[in-house]
Structures are given as C-alpha cells and as structure tokens.
C-alpha cells in the first residue's frame, strides 16, 4: 500500500492550494457533497491510496467472509435472547422488537468494515459499520472528478467503477420485498413498487444531502421516494406515514440510539413487525455495529456449529483480540489495547491504553459498555496537506480503508487519513489499484 503525495507534490506543488480549494468548492456546489469543509478545513484530500492487486485480492476476500461471519453471528445472537443481549449491552426495552422483527433479505443492503493495514498482519477489522455507513457520495461523484486528475501521474484504476449502480440496485431489491411477520410463511415473488421514505434530521446538511442521493437514483429505477425530517414521521392506523404520505418501506440516516427516545419510536417498531413497513436498516443491522459482537465472535471463533473452519481462520487472522471489560480481570493489562465504547462514532469514547491511567480504566469498567481490542500497529503513508502557509506540506498520516458489502458482495472502498486513531477530522481520499 502506497500513497500518490510525492507524485501530486511533485507535478503540482505551485497549484496544489487552488486545486485543493476548487476541488473541494465544487464537492459543496455540484458533487453533492453539501459540507465538503470540516472546521473550516477541507474533506476532500488531494491524494490517494493505492493498492496493489495482491492487496486488493486479499481485502476483497476477507470483506466477503466477514460479512458472511456476521451474518451467521447475528443469526445466533438473536435466537440466544435476552441473557446475551444483556452481555451485549442491548437495551431491554427493544428485546421483543430485536427477537420479533421481520429480518430482511441482507443482514445490512449497506455495510462497511473499517480496515487498519500493516506489512506483517495484512488487513485487521477495527469496526463494522453497519447501520447507517457514510461515504457514498465521496466514492461516485466526487471519486470519479478527482480520479481523472490523480491517473495522469501513476498507473492506477478506480476499485468499483459499477458502485452507485450497485448501492441503488441494493435498496431496490431490499425495499421491493414486504417484510414476513414472525411465524409468517414468506410468499414468492417481489411486490408492487413501494414508496420508500428518507428520514434523517435535516439540520445536518451533509446527511439531508446523502439521503436525497439515495432518493434521487432510486426515482431514476421508478421508485416513488419522500423525504423527510423525524419531525414530518406520523402514524395513521397501522401505517407510517412522512410528509403526510404513507411509506411502504423506511430508510433512516438517524441514529437509532436517539430514534428510540422519539415517542413515533415505537409505532415505528410495531409497523415492522406486524408487517406493514419494511425497515431498511433494521434493529439487526445496528446491533451488528456494535463492537460488543465483535467481542462476542472472537469468544466464539472455534465454534464449529456456528463458522466454517474458513470463517474460523478468517477471525483468528484478520479480526484483532477483541474482549468485554466485564469479561477481563480488573488487574488486566490494558497497556496493549485500544479500549472502545460499543457504539462510539468517528473516534469517540475511543482510549488507547498506554495513556490510559487506571482510575480511567476502572470507569471504563464502571460504565460496563467497553470492549478491549488489541492494538495494531498501523503503517503510515506521506499525506499532503496544506500548511499553515498555505502551501503544500507532506505529512505522515494513518489510513483506514473502508471497505463495503452491499448486498452480501464486495462493493468499493472508503477510506480516509488522519490521525492513529480515525476521527471527525480525517480526510477522504480515493482507494485505487495499480495497474500493469
């Protein structure tokens, strides 16, 4: 794995702040890509990963077997009921809805495993995120913008030229199937096509923007789509209802920990199980976000009855020593780990223990929704940014390689660079390959 930073450095020293600022203006005005400046600084990096076709090979396996590992997990964890939901940091309140909801054809239509990368361990999974996963947008318009400037200075292809098509046939196939109540035989064959409907909190402008993505390609298959804030979410007898239009399937960018506070929460749920909406991302799919099943795997990765011994090699190799705190001796050695909240987003509530004191370590404990995973030691790659001169700076950055799953198949990659530890503040650049 390599970076593109002394090639752009070199060919585009005197111009690299103009084409950093135009590239990233024309993201916020046409790419879609309404908040393209995070903190006043720019998203977009002008630089790329590039991997070589053995690397690529290898990302592509692991990603596909993963998805099939948490498939099979979910699927156990959901029949094990509520003594492991507990363990796993589920709240009680939505055990019925997690037991009871219809599953829908893919475990997620959309997930993406967050990859670190060095020389001696190849690919480790840090997270999975499977419930509302970003980086659509950056991976289509914008990617393919920056790409034709990138591939006049290396030998490099694009990953997946056929991504948007394929994250828009996902969401078609998913939503043209009606959910099948618990105890339901399932009949044959899609239904009529639905009116699916986009929630999300329309004051955050870079998801508004990701859901209208969604919505606009899907209307171009001839599917009718609505989209909306939580606020314009409303009931009418058995049926959700956005916009005061009834919706026959649901797609939220919104995160369920606070969905659930909402009091159209439950109706939600209760439309679901009874059948007559079909969530997209389900309770499932975000209780497979949690770092807690990752925990849950590695304690199951010799389990012949649930993994095959390929999926059982697969975790031993490529999923890093992952464990509960309250599974782990108070006297643990933490000082090699990197110690995760379940559901913590983009870098919070994550401590890396050799800082971490052991009054901090006890209140990790304390709170008891921690995991313990094992830290790797992540290779570096050059990163150009601009400086405080507004010039052109190479620095040593750490990238983490996003790879989806869309409908069960390797989809693309989204990654971004920045600090050790992936936050709010990373940049995202394209993921290519080398070519011949």
């Given at each position: ?98 037991r009871y909801e ?25 997270e999975y995120n ?117 919706i026959d399937a ?187």
């Amino acid at each position: 794995m390599r970076s593109l930073a002394n090639e752009i450095k070199k060919h585009y020293k005197k111009q690299f702040a103009a084409r950093v600022t135009a590239l990233n203006d024309w993201a916020a005005l046409y790419g879609e890509l309404t908040e393209s400046y995070v903190g006043g600084e720019p998203y977009i990096g002008y630089n790329a990963i590039v991997l070589s076709e053995a690397e690529l090979q290898e990302l592509v396996k692991v990603s596909e077997s993963f998805g099939r590992i948490m498939t099979k997990a979910m699927v156990a964890i959901v029949e094990a009921g509520p003594e492991v939901y507990r363990r796993l940091g589920w709240p009680e309140l939505l055990d019925y809805a997690l037991r009871y909801e219809p599953p829908n054809r893919y475990l997620t239509l959309c997930g993406r495993f967050d990859f670190a990368h060095n020389p001696s361990e190849g690919w480790q999974i840090l997270e999975y995120n499977s419930d509302t996963p970003s980086g659509s947008q950056e991976v289509t318009v914008v990617e393919e913008r920056l790409f034709k400037q990138l591939a006049k200075l290396a030998p490099v292809a694009r990953l997946n030229l056929n991504i948007e098509q394929d994250l828009v046939q996902a969401f078609y196939e998913e939503a043209l199937f009606a959910p099948v109540p618990y105890g339901v035989e399932e009949e044959e064959g899609p239904r009529l096509p639905p009116r699916v409907g986009f929630i999300t909190q329309a004051r955050y402008l870079a998801d508004l923007a990701q859901v209208e993505y969604y919505a606009n390609r899907l209307r171009q298959k001839g599917i009718e789509c609505v989209v909306g804030d939580l606020l314009n979410l409303s009931m009418a007898g058995d049926s959700l209802l956005l916009m005061n239009q009834p919706i026959d399937a649901i797609w939220r960018l919104y995160q369920i920990e606070k969905f659930a506070r909402a009091p159209i929460f439950m109706a939600y749920t209760q439309a679901n199980i009874i059948g007559s909406l079909k969530c997209l991302n389900n309770l499932r799919g975000f209780l497979a976000q949690s770092k807690a099943v990752l925990a849950w795997i590695w304690q199951e990765r010799n389990n012949s009855q649930i993994f095959s011994e390929e999926e059982q090699a697969t975790i031993a190799q490529n999923l890093p020593e992952t464990h509960l705190l309250a599974d782990l001796p108070e006297n643990f050695d933490y000082s090699g780990y990197i110690i995760k909240e379940f559901y913590g987003r983009e870098g919070a509530e994550v401590y890396n223990g050799a800082t971490l004191s052991h009054e901090e370590w006890l209140q990790c404990r304390q709170w008891g929704t921690f995991v313990a995973q094992r830290r790797i030691e992540l290779a570096s790659l050059p990163h150009l940014v601009l400086n405080e001169q507004n010039e052109a700076e190479i620095i040593e950055a750490f990238p983490c390689v996003g790879s989806f799953i869309i409908a069960d198949k390797w989809g693309g990659c989204y990654s971004r660079i920045g600090a050790k530890i992936t936050n709010y503040q990373a940049q995202f650049i394209p993921t290519l390959v080398e070519t011949p």
